[in-house]
């Protein structure tokens, strides 16, 4: 299949490169590197400098080709809360572009990273696909605004779109071949990774008086290598089948701040300094995530999201940096 990445240049993006690239696709990335980096590009993929907010160039760029994967987005909650417009314009009109485009070249299947941020807080755990969706930041209504564009283009211009749930994705390329590292990042993982490479002093941990373990927030945290296998499976289903799905991609397991911090301490062999903080509004105390669904319709699980893994493999993209 000849597959168009949309923000194939991050740090997802790059790792379902790599997934599509061994799947035998042919596969052309189109980034305009606000974040993404020309390090995590494939010698055999081709490359194309752009923005999705550039829609005369997307047309073009995007002609001939079977399938998107759409991957180009601002994540941090907390600025979206902010900088609404922000995400307005790249999330919600740069994907709106990125269906017209898909529109006019008849491009008839597209996979979109969606977020388990469409939930907000949990009523009830584990959380499902039927969850009820109240997301509590600007990121996530955004996300969830996009799932209902792509459910009318689908109904209207027969687009088949999978919409991937993510939870807390983490870790690196276990096999060391993508070692581009997020700049300024506010996730927890890469957080405590700059701690214990000591490019900054100290992990802060927001609320250790939570009900749960041991009073720090609990996550479900998925290898990046097992999102890129679903963007794979994904793409299959729904071209085999010539329907849409919505799935949520978590490894099931909840893992606290602090469990993550000591598998750390021990992988590393760093101290990795850690002071108790305010809790940070917004962060419920627990989220996991039920992956029946990806499960059963596309025969995925999670088999790189344990612990020792997610630090592990990112411990090595940090090192691969040092050097
Ligand atoms: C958030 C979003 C999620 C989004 C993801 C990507 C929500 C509720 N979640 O996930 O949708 O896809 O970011 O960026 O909007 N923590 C610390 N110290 C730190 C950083 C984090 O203690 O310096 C804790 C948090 O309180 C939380 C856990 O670590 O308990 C994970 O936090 P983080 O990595 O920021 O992800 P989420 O907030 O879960």
């Not at 299949?1 to 696709?25: E, P, W």
């Not at 009523?123 to 955004?142: A, V, W």
């Not at 590393?268 to 305010?278: F, K, R, W, Y």
Request: glycine fraction near 8%; proline fraction near 3%.
């Amino acid at each position: 299949m000849n597959v168009f990445v949309i923000g194939g240049a991050g740090y997802i993006g790059s790792h379902v490169v790599k997934a599509l690239l061994k799947d035998g696709c042919s596969v052309t990335v189109y980034d305009n590197l606000s974040s993404g980096l020309e390090q995590n590009l494939f010698k055999n993929a081709k490359f194309v400098k752009g923005d999705i907010l550039d829609y005369e160039k997307l047309l073009e760029a995007s002609k001939g080709y079977d399938a998107i994967i759409h991957l180009a987005a601002f994540k941090a909650a907390g600025e979206s809360m902010i900088k609404p417009e922000k995400y307005s314009v790249n999330n919600i009109t740069g994907t709106l572009n990125i269906l017209n485009a898909a529109s006019v070249n008849e491009i008839k299947r597209i996979v979109f990273s969606s977020s388990a941020a469409t939930y907000g807080e949990p009523s009830y755990l584990p959380i499902d696909e039927d969850h009820p969706k109240n997301p509590e930041n600007y990121y996530g209504f955004t996300k969830l605004e996009i799932e209902r564009f792509l459910a009318w283009y689908d109904q209207l211009k027969g687009i088949r779109f999978a919409a991937l749930r993510y939870f807390n994705a983490a870790g690196y390329d276990p096999e060391g071949e993508i070692t581009g590292l997020e700049q300024n990042p506010a996730n927890l993982l890469p957080v405590i990774m700059e701690v214990a490479a000591g490019m900054r002093s100290e992990l802060g941990i927001f609320g250790d008086d939570y009900d749960t373990v041991d009073g720090t927030g609990v996550r479900d945290y998925v290898h990046v290598t097992d999102l890129a296998d679903a963007h794979v499976k994904a793409l299959h289903y729904i071209d085999d089948k010539d329907e849409s799905l919505t799935v949520n991609l978590g490894s099931e397991n909840g893992l606290s701040v602090k469990q993550i911090v000591d598998a750390a301490r021990d992988i590393t062999g760093q101290t990795i300094t850690a002071n108790i903080m305010p809790r940070r509004p917004g962060d419920p105390a627990k989220l996991v995530a039920s992956s029946k669904k990806a499960n059963e319709l596309l025969k995925w699980k999670a088999n790189f999201s344990d612990v020792e893994t997610l630090v592990k493999s990112s411990w090595n993209a940090y090192l691969a940096n040092k050097k």
